[in-house]
């Protein structure tokens, strides 16, 4: 099974991107939609091909790195 990820990263700015990866169809939207309204105003977005793709359910799990 295909493991699902989130990314994101601040820039110096405290501008904000966020990445869905392994995230499928219509529930990629669901959980930047869900991100977006923690985060605040959103002032992009860009569909990637998996978006497109079927979704696959995968058990959710939240692990959080810290990269210097």
Do not use: P, W
Request: some cysteine; proline content about 0%; overall charge negative.
């Amino acid at each position: 099974m295909a493991q699902e990820e989130i990314e994101i990263e601040v820039d110096k700015h405290g501008r904000v991107t966020i990445k869905t990866i392994g995230i499928k169809g219509k529930r990629c939207l669901e959980v930047a939609e869900a991100l977006a309204e923690i985060i605040g105003k959103e002032e992009q977005r860009t569909m990637t091909s998996e978006f497109y793709e079927n979704e696959v359910h995968v058990q959710n799990r939240i692990e959080i790195r810290n990269q210097r």
